[in-house]
Nanobody, 114 residues
Framework: QVQFVESGGGLVQPGESLRLSCVAS????????MTWYRQAPGKERELVAF????????NYADAVKGRFTISRDNAKNTVYLQMNSLKPEDTAMYYC???????WGQGTQVTVSS
């Protein structure tokens, strides 16, 4: 059974940082690309960052380029999202997922507010 468990969210002030983690299980983690998504209230879910399984090639949404960094530890079945210089518009529920569809995790809430 494929599962994703996100953690690390919280309430921070603008300009501060957070590091999100997502532990995946139920599949060969190293073989698959992983993606962080976010969904703000009243908005559609959007792609934030993407990392391939083998080479670790990354890609980012324009809104987070230069501020967020995605990485992975295949030995721990974990993908990370380092978020620096956070802005109020980064406030959302953050989720990780793979490309094969299926159920989503519970997400982790990030709130950026002064």
């Amino acid at each position: 059974q494929v599962q994703f468990v996100e953690s690390g969210g919280g309430l921070v002030q603008p300009g501060e940082s957070l590091r999100l983690s997502c532990v995946a299980s139920g599949f060969t983690f190293s073989a698959y690309s992983m993606t962080w998504y976010r969904q703000a209230p009243g908005k559609e879910r959007e792609l934030v960052a993407f990392i391939t399984g083998s080479s670790g090639t990354t890609n980012y949404a324009d809104a987070v380029k230069g501020r967020f960094t995605i990485s992975r530890d295949n030995a721990k079945n974990t993908v990370y999202l380092q978020m620096n210089s956070l802005k109020p518009e980064d406030t959302a529920m953050y989720y990780c997922h793979w490309a094969r569809g299926g159920s989503w995790g519970q997400g982790t809430q990030v709130t950026v507010s002064s």
